[in-house]
């Protein structure tokens, strides 16, 4: 079970590419329903092996916790392998692996989901399963104390131990004033401390109904076969009328750009992150999204990138550089620049790097040789990504978990191919505005930085 | 009706300076009681002018408002003054003035308070009606409407036209990682203009009750009458049951300094400011709140101070410099520190200059003369301000309702008189840890910002 957003930089990279590659061949060939209890079923036939590919997605995650309780989506996600009066904690692991199948859980800032891979013949299995524990779960005291502890500990493997992912946090926390995006997905270490069992089931009660679920069947498999499966499975399952449409804090304008300077002994080489604020797919004006993935795709993305042959290629400043457009998300999408300085280089002069880059890109754009080769290497890594069974899954699941339609999903490549320099070069002068930004820095420190970090203020001072 | 912290450098200033300087005499004057229905009741005889000031203050203010709805609690101050039922719209103030009366009304982060001074013998028309508007308010859309666009405009003329007012916004949404002092008292425009009577009334029924209000009187009166008034009046109402103690979302560690930096054309000589998180009087460890008075009086208030010495006086790099520390909040208290450059003088210069001035604190400390001359000025403000009536009844009213008893408040100068130099310089060495702060930088531009503020994602282009 892992939990994107937390190294924000790269997970933030591996969805916006694999959603962005995401839509070629099977468009057709996703088939849509709607329980009677508000459940919705998209099946995508993918008749190359003999297994299936089953996913439920919630629409659900960290950016809907009730303040104070930050970490709970996760939490939660964790906890939903426990019992469940049928099953016995653990068993639905068991069962799966047994049945020779995998399976995985994820928790975004908008959603949650829940990911199987077994044989076809076992789809019935998992999917009784799943509408089990999305009404049955149970919790007991020992149960919740228990994964607790298992997810600090995954706050400390992953955050507290890693710098780069301290230096994301404080820089999403400056970045959103208002925003939930603003709070770690796995949550604040003080707020994990205190979740309780009371906490999850409140959490599950009010976000987990079928009619707050979507199911998505990638496989060998035929759409009318599955509907008749879902329906014998989840479709005995209550919807819960209290569900309502998530609304959460909007940003307000935003004025100044701000800075985080993180100095750790275990950083590594100095690096500087920028992000800026923008749209997302599902708020932008039409072609918006479309023009910033193209432009970061040419400023960020690979060997050939603006800021990789400027910063690495040409300056010799860094020894790497790149960046994203993460637009997949429900209220608010995201811009990132990165470099990591090469040896010797003062880090201000890698950002200075950086901001000629920026600069050229907001004059100038790009031109219509960069725009043709970025569309190419979009088709080239979409169909090579629609080979995967669960990469189909992700996308659809995805994309109609923050409200797309598969219209809108499978035309994602046709809106690709419209785009036209003149709406790059709008997307860079109007969203790389520095104004609504956050620079981070990360600098190694040869001892214990200046002073120890502060107790809190009603310990005894240490 | 103004609202402390939208000015918040100076508001600080001012409730830090009231606070600290707000108890001597009348310490054994004051008389506490608790009616049946759970209102408090602090009554300070004041016989030298026959008038009373009567304030009364609710447990809730900006801070405890919903997730989207920021301001609501400003709003709502505005709206107690529409009709009750027994009132009209306007009535209360007209009435007050009729009685030849003053009365003003407050927001701030913790609090929500209603002010005002009769003459004696008018003490129970105000009584009355404070007890009709706990309870009875109506509210028509009409009223809502009107007044929300009075609070729109109090806050373009407060805030969006003062750079300085910007600045402080936006320090404190990147100071509060996760606390709610985080968003301004007055509201997020883009949440104000959403703001509707069911927001409002929700707001009032949920927190507006004799069980979380604190009612002081203070002036020509004895306890007894007074509580005698206060039972056929407030005394009368019902006890809100649901009422719970107040919990917000506490800070995480704080580990990585961030700086702000607001460009404006209105924005005069360049400026820098720093906030530090601190311990609030309510949470600190015994001794250290009263350290950090008389650190922050020492290092900031006034022509003789550390910073106002090194910057303006030797150094010349400042126009006017200081800083202050305020303590009186419920859940966090702040340090502040700033600088006008002189003319000519590079912020960057001024910045430092704080910085050395901040070094030398922390490795140093202040010495016995300091001290001594700090607890002298904090008596001489202490006596003077007791000579104010309203002054004494903020003192009880913004002490209780954050959870202080009479008896801690009253022993406030035989704290701050207690402070050794050991203590302070452990303040200093402790809480002014870069670490836990943002810098704020101001600096006029010639013209218009390098680029005009980007249109909302979902807006077309400009």
Known sequence: MWTPGKGLLLALMLITQSFATAQANPANRASQFELANGLVLVVVPDPRAPVVTHMVYFRVGSADEPPGTSGVAHFLEHLMFKSTGKLANGEFSAIVSRLGGQHNAFTSYDYTAYFERVSKDRLKNVMQMEADRMVNLQLNEREVETERQVIIEERRVRTENVPASILTEQMSAALYQNHPYRIPIIGWMHEMAKLSREDALAFYKRFYAPNNAIVVVTGDVNPAEVKALADATYGALPANLDIRPRVRPQEPEQRAPRRVELKDPRAGNASVRR??????????????????????????????????????????????????????????????????????????????????????????????????????????????????????????????????????????PAAIAKVTVAQVKDAAAKYLDIRRSVTGTLIPTASEPENTIASPPSAKKG
């Open 275 to 412: 992000y800026y604020l923008a749209p997302a797919l599902t708020n932008a004006a039409p072609g918006e999204a479309e023009a910033l993935y193209l432009l970061m795709k040419i400023a960020g993305v690979g060997g050939t990138s603006r800021l990789y042959q400027s910063l690495v290629v040409e300056e010799k400043l860094a020894s790497s550089a790149g960046g994203w457009y993460s637009g997949l998300s429900l209220d608010s999408g995201s811009i990132g620049l990165y470099a990591v300085a090469a040896e010797g280089v003062p880090l201000d002069k890698v950002e200075q790097g950086i901001d000629r880059v920026v600069r050229d890109l907001r004059a100038n754009g790009v031109t219509e040789a960069d725009l043709e080769r970025a569309k190419k290497q979009f088709i080239a890594e979409f169909v090579y990504e629609s080979d995967s069974q669960e990469a189909l899954a992700r996308r659809y699941g995805s994309g109609l978990v923050l409200g797309l339609t598969i219209d809108q999903i499978n035309s994602w």
